[in-house]
């Protein structure tokens, strides 16, 4: 009777039955009195989100105090309710560390690779003892929800680690430790090695469990960092791609998009976000990425029909309110993205898109100390992340607190040291700190890192027209014309680039070249005074360097003036050296009134030209 009791219990279970599941486990626990059946009813309850219910089977016989599956059951009960302080009462507020092993030292033991003492560890403990070190490190997870709900966000972090260190299979706590940025690149490299994945096991096959220890971290390898060993992210993608057929699983295409975007090839992160969606609509994971690459490509429209499609299907979701707030921000409707990455962020106040997308709408603003507040916010809730220390920088280089971007910029600095906007902001910073060869060294190492990473040239074009600046401060000038060279080569046809590359000319006492890259600026934009102003000065000083009439051409110009004299009436003869000049003054101010009016260029560029 038991055994039919238990077997109709599942099947209804796993047809969603829940009326008659929860019928027949009464029977059942009334008639074995098992621990077991008492959690399995207890489940069934809170599955159908009966969690008050569920906790008065589990208090039943102290099953809670005695068995390691029900006290989980009653915390998460608890968690479900928003009751955290009493969810950590039944939890307690002590990881059993005891359970973590050492990974590190057990792999120096090793006779060999490939070599493990897998076998000799499983015969040491039971089937139910693996289960409640299970349970463990589940209880471990649900303690750092509760941290993290009550922002002890240190904590939480160490709750999560634990329960990975404790069973390395409990994805729940790694996947909070990455989707919410707690650990730096650095950080999550390292604790993926700290990791002890020979714990896997397959029973009866040793082998297996080998390779299933190897697939597990490969899996755990995709979702890391993507600033950090692009090298060890794209062979865990590509042996899981061709060995286990998993090269159109969401999740591996989504880390591919993670990666191209992170490389600046938004058009390639987009195609693969589409073609997830197109699979899968509403995969929500999905669409803070998706949203992204829609916003930097510029593509309003897309951008309002996917929009109004969620807010039409999917009300209930926190993305569904970022895609609103970042179409009104791609239409520069600041006021009403705000609301919405706002609204967002209350739905989820753990969303990092929704915070850094409300920071941005004060940033739009220039209300710079409200963007900080922000920022602020952002960098406590995710800690791992440099980017709101990096927008922090931003915003204080903007007040010109040049100090205090420094620090921030310095901290962003200690997350991560592979992002070229972070380094080729910190080189901004200390060119207007008046330390170009320092600024130098920072934009070199930006784009040695973009080309690392194999991202797009055309991304980093200000990063590159930026180290031509410093060069050209530094009084490197031919560095400087090579690295302006290679902006225009790249399609920066810009006039401040042309007019700082007249600059360096006349630095080099070169207005001829001066004078033509000059023209080219004015082609681009007219009236643009900087480019006016350095293109008049470089004219006087080509007249200036007109070198000395010989008596031979004196001569010649005499006869010449004569000759028009037969030809044309009496003129009076002009001494060549004044007609000469005065041909050049003329031809000066002509161009002069054509040129002249209102325009704007790089503050650097307009200094150093009054100068």
Known sequence: MEKFLREWRQDAYNKAQYDSAIFIGDKLLALTNDDNDAFWLAQVHFATGNYTRAQSFLSKQDLVNRNPSCRYLA????????????ALAVLGERNPTHLIANAANKRKTQKGPGKSDRPNRRQDGSDEEAANRRFEAAMCFLRGICYAKQNAFDRAKECYKDAVRIDVQCFEAFQQLMKNSLMSPDEEWQFLESLDFDSIHVPGDSSSSQEAAEFTKMLYTTRL????????????????STHYNLGTNPDLLLARADLLYTQCKYKDALAITESILQDDKYNFSVYPLHLACLYELKMKNVLFLVAHDLAD????????????????????????????????????AHFGPAWIGFAHTFAAEG???????????????????HLPQVFL????????????ADEFLKTAYGLCKTDPLLLNEMGVVYYHQDRPLDAVKLFVRALEVAEDIDSEPTAWLAARTNLAHAYRRAKQYPEAMEQFDEVLRLGGKDAAVFSAKGLVFMELAQPEEAIVVLHQALAINPQDPIATELLNKALEEAAGMEPPVSEAQEEALEGFEREIARLHGPKQPRNPKVKEKGKGVNFFNRNKTRIMGPGVLSDDVEMDAAE
Request: aromatic share 12%; proline share 3%; with cysteine.
């Open 313 to 348: 299907s999917h009300p209930e979701e926190p993305s569904t309110w970022l895609a609103v707030g970042t179409y009104y921000f791609a239409i520069d409707k600041i006021a009403e993205a705000r609301r919405y990455f706002s609204k967002a962020s209350m739905m989820d």
């Open 75 to 86: 915390g998460h009960c608890f968690i479900k309710q928003s009751r955290y302080d009493e």
């Open 367 to 385: 209300e710079h100390d409200q963007a900080i507040s922000a920022y602020s916010t952002a960098a406590r809730l995710f800690m791992g992340t």
């Open 225 to 240: 960092s993507k600033y950090r060993n692009p090298s060890s992210f794209t062979t865990a993608c590509e042996t899981l």
């Open 393 to 404: 920088g931003m915003q204080n280089h903007a007040l010109n607190n040049m100090t205090l």
